[in-house]
């Protein structure tokens, strides 16, 4: 076959020839993205619609279990385990009798004597947690002032309150003595 076309008509063809097959390819393309489009967007529909059927039977589930014995002895459980907390904490703040008693018989001096102990604990204060009363006998004025310097010392103790007139005898004193104890 013999090509009798000028250059120009020849470049002007090949020109044409480049422009279709571009046409094509971009109408290829956007074909084949809005196919991609479409089957993502199925694959989205589908998934929500199996999560939202899995989220009612779910509830249906969540309402049967909520029913039954489990879920009232479950939320029984709880509540005494939220009771039981609470008191733990409650008796962790407290300090035991015991082991103020114990505390205060460490400092007495050989010739003090407790006849009394009371404690009272101080909610209502920010700056104390207890008030003790104690009550006993000395047998000299010197024993009464170790025990008085003894509380003194001990840091957790404060505002030592003894009324003056135990200071009126010199033995066997009876004695009232107050104290309050830091938080």
């Not at 390819?25 to 989205?44: C, P």
């Not at 205060?104 to 004597?113: A, D, H, M, N, S």
Request: aromatic share 10%; glycine share 4%.
């Amino acid at each position: 076959m013999i090509n009798l076309l000028s250059p120009t008509e020849k470049e002007k063809l090949s020109q044409e020839e480049n422009w279709r097959l571009t046409l094509v390819l971009g109408i290829l393309t956007f074909v084949f993205l809005i196919s991609l489009t479409l089957v993502l967007f199925s694959v989205k529909i589908h998934i929500v619609s199996q999560f939202g059927s899995q989220e009612i039977l779910f509830e249906a589930k969540e309402k049967e279990f909520q029913k039954t014995e489990l879920y009232s002895f479950r939320t029984k459980i709880q509540e005494i385990n939220q009771t039981l907390t609470d008191l733990d904490t409650f008796f962790q703040g407290q300090d035991s009798s015991a082991n103020l008693f114990e505390k205060i018989c460490r400092l007495l001096p050989g010739g003090v004597r407790l006849n009394s102990f009371s404690h009272e604990s101080l909610s209502d204060s920010e700056e104390f947690k207890t008030k003790v009363s104690l009550s006993g006998v000395a047998l000299t004025q010197q024993d009464l002032l170790d025990f008085i310097n003894n509380l003194d010392k001990e840091e957790s103790f404060c505002d030592t309150d003894l009324p003056l007139s135990s200071w009126v005898e010199f033995n066997n004193i009876n004695f009232a003595l107050n104290f309050k104890i830091v938080k």
